[in-house]
């Protein structure tokens, strides 16, 4: 198989750590694999930046304005270094539906790690698009991630779009900081998928939805803190 960043063949290496892992092959040569950087070393506990503080400033703004902080914490893998930035660009916004695929492995595995406390006792929930920017796309990068998890998954959210103020109902226009709409209650812990953790308000706008409407706790899996 191709890499499919770079197109080179990628020649599997054999030694003793890896002979077991060849089942699975890779989908990145190892040129580009090594230039994606996981987050490493003391990270703030809630939104997972890199910080020596247990809890990050931004995180610390959040608690003290508790009603919005509906986000129990957000766990991201990867840095938003400028590899990731062309990876995300050519995945996300030039249609390259399979370059998706190179993440797979490390989300299911960080995933299987990070949220085996939940029992399976959870929902993935993708954080949507709007109608005209999935059009625009051919699909929701979100979506895609959340698949590949091994929790159930449902598209509990949808985006309320361009809608002009005065044909809004009264519901609508307190939400209107809100871009979310809940289309099911659900009462049990909620994973919110998203490619990227930048400041977290559109997560703890969808968590705040889904914990006014019933559900206990709602946790946040990206793939890259930006
Ligand atoms: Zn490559
Ligand atoms: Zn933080």
């Not at 890779?26 to 090594?34: A, R, T």
């Not at 938003?80 to 190179?102: C, E, H, P």
């Not at 929790?151 to 939400?175: D, M, N, V, Y």
């Not at 990227?196 to 997560?203: Q, S, V």
């Amino acid at each position: 198989m191709n890499c499919l960043w770079c197109d080179r063949q990628i020649i599997p290496e054999i030694n003793w750590e890896n002979i077991f892992m060849l089942a699975k092959p890779k989908s990145l040569c190892g040129e580009c694999e090594g230039k994606l950087e996981y987050l490493q070393g003391s990270r703030c506990k809630k939104c997972s930046r890199l910080s020596e503080e247990a809890v990050c400033l931004d995180c610390k703004w959040w608690n003290e304005h508790a009603e919005r902080d509906s986000i129990a914490f957000n766990y991201s893998i990867f840095n938003y270094n400028s590899f990731m930035q062309d990876m995300i660009a050519k995945w996300k916004y030039r249609g390259d539906y399979v370059l998706g695929t190179a993440f797979k492995l490390d989300l299911f595995q960080v995933f299987s790690k990070r949220f085996a406390f939940l029992k399976n006792e959870a929902l993935l929930v993708p954080i949507p698009l709007s109608e005209e920017r999935l059009r625009e796309r051919g699909f929701n990068q979100a979506k895609m991630l959340a698949e590949f998890l091994p929790l159930p998954c449902e598209e509990l959210l949808t985006r309320i779009h361009g809608e002009k103020q005065s044909k809004k109902t009264r519901t609508a226009r307190i939400s209107t900081n809100n871009p979310f709409k809940l289309t099911k209650t659900v009462n049990k812990s909620v994973i919110l998928v998203d490619d990227i953790y930048t400041t977290g308000t559109t997560l703890r706008h969808a968590g705040s939805l889904l914990k006014a409407h019933g559900c206990p706790e709602v946790y946040a899996f990206t793939l890259i803190r930006g």
